[in-house]
């Protein structure tokens, strides 16, 4: 074997044979996820129903994102939406807080807890 990086690579045992492209397509390994906000009735799945009386919170939805204006602007519109396509709730408290959110990254986020 020469270490003579001049002469030509010989990539024929690397070709491809013509029955492997004769071969069906494996099915894609990628797969992709789409976020809907209520697109699911948890309501359903509740032992207790909301109620509109102004008091008595039974149910929190979370919320939370990364502190940029960017990520606040789109945590403002998650909760909006939410809100929107759940108009039977009625919101009773909102608790925030800064804490760590453990992802590929460690970073601070803003978590928002909408209490209905």
Partial sequence: ??????????????????????????????????QKLGSNKHEDTWNRTPNVTGTGAIHV????????????????????????????????MVTTGIGTWTGKLKEPNLIVNVWV
């Avoid at 204006?69 to 759940?86: K, M, P």
């Fill in 1 to 34: 074997m020469s270490l003579d990086d001049t002469l030509p690579l010989d990539l024929s045992e690397h070709a491809p044979t013509p029955s492997a492209s004769l071969q069906p397509e494996q099915a894609s390994k990628i797969r992709t996820f789409q």
């Fill in 61 to 92: 939805k979370s919320f939370h994102c990364k502190l940029t204006g960017d990520s606040l602007t789109f945590l403002d519109q998650q909760i909006n939406e939410w809100l929107d396509a759940h108009p039977q709730y009625e919101v009773k």
